[in-house]
């Protein structure tokens, strides 16, 4: 069985800083990538930023220069540092990773609200 586990969410103004933090943990043999998405109520889920294992990374366009994703191979986690956050950043964000052979899991959500 595979956890994940999300911390660092909650209500901040306009133009501030949130940190998100996922640890993965369990028959973990090999997690190809780790990421972050997004969704709001009505919406589609949509991706925020992934990293692979070697490094490679992917941001939406939305986020580009303020968002930044990191991750620590040998602890399983995958962090998403977000400055300058705007209203349109409010959502329900879920930590996402792909493992080898047990597929694709998702963490169970963290809330991100921007309002002043």
């Known amino acids: 069985q595979v956890r994940l586990v999300e911390s660092g969410g909650g209500l901040v103004q306009p133009g501030g800083s949130l940190t998100l933090s996922c640890a993965a943990s369990?028959?973990?043999?090999?997690?190809?990538?780790m990421g972050w998405y997004r969704q709001d109520p009505g919406k589609q889920r949509e991706l925020v930023a992934t990293?692979?294992?070697?490094?490679?990374?992917n941001y939406a366009d939305s986020v580009k220069g303020r968002f930044t994703i990191s991750r620590d191979n040998a602890k399983n986690t995958v962090l998403l540092q977000m400055n300058s956050l705007k209203p349109d950043d409010t959502a329900v964000y879920y930590c996402?990773?792909?493992?080898?052979?047990?597929?694709?899991?998702w963490g169970q959500g963290t809330q991100v609200t921007v309002s002043s």
């Open positions: 990293i692979t294992k070697g490094g490679s990374l």
């Open positions: 369990g028959n973990i043999f090999t997690i190809y990538t």
């Open positions: 996402y990773v792909l493992l080898a052979i047990l597929g694709d899991y």
